[in-house]
């Protein structure tokens, strides 16, 4: 079981540095200020809208026997069967939330972006390191992720 969840966690932390980084930005910022920035208006936003997390039940639903029956009249009858019902959970306050983050970001002057992330090459030929003040985006502006949950973005060129 040990094995299984240190390769599961390897696998998604492979996969996550293939991801974009999507992130508010304000070119300048210190990284340790976007994150306080962020975590302020998160709490901000959980407090004016506040988690409604709600529970519905998907009934079951029964499938009855039916014939079903070949060109030359053999007929077989299939068996009905039931399609198990399941238990949803939502939160109908997310959106609302979440645009609330936003106008709150936006407020203190970040944008939304999406940096893609930067091919193999790049990344290989970047020196080691993280971004500690946000740079001003270009075109060719990509993003290295590091182990340790921090980011760099360079220039592929």
Same mark, same amino acid.
């Given at each position: 079981m040990q094995r299984k969840t240190t390769l599961l966690v390897i696998a998604l932390a492979t996969v996550a540095g293939c991801a974009p980084l999507n992130t508010y930005y304000r070119a300048g910022v210190s990284v340790e200020r976007l994150?306080?920035? =962020? =975590? /302020? %208006?998160? +709490? $901000?936003? &959980?407090?004016? +809208?506040?988690? !409604? +997390?709600?529970? #519905? #039940?998907?009934p079951p639903e029964f499938v009855p026997a039916y014939k079903r029956c070949d060109s030359a009249g053999n007929c077989t009858i299939v068996p009905g069967y039931v399609i198990p019902?399941? =238990?949803i959970t939502f939160d109908p306050n997310? @959106? &609302?939330? $979440? #645009? +609330?983050? @936003?106008? %709150?970001?936006?407020?203190k002057g970040y944008a939304p972006v999406t940096i893609p992330p930067c091919p193999d090459h790049v990344a290989n030929a970047a020196p080691v390191g993280k971004t500690r003040t946000l740079? $001003? &985006? /270009?075109? $060719? !502006? %990509?993003?290295?992720?590091?182990?340790?949950g921090s980011f760099q973005i360079v220039s592929r060129g």
């Open positions: 994150n306080r920035d =962020t =975590t /302020t %208006c998160e +709490v $901000k936003a &959980l407090r004016d +809208v506040p988690a !409604s +997390v709600q529970v #519905r #039940r998907i019902g399941e =238990t997310d @959106g &609302l939330r $979440k #645009r +609330v983050e @936003g106008q %709150c970001m936006a407020d740079p $001003k &985006l /270009t075109p $060719k !502006s %990509c993003v290295i992720r590091n182990r340790d």
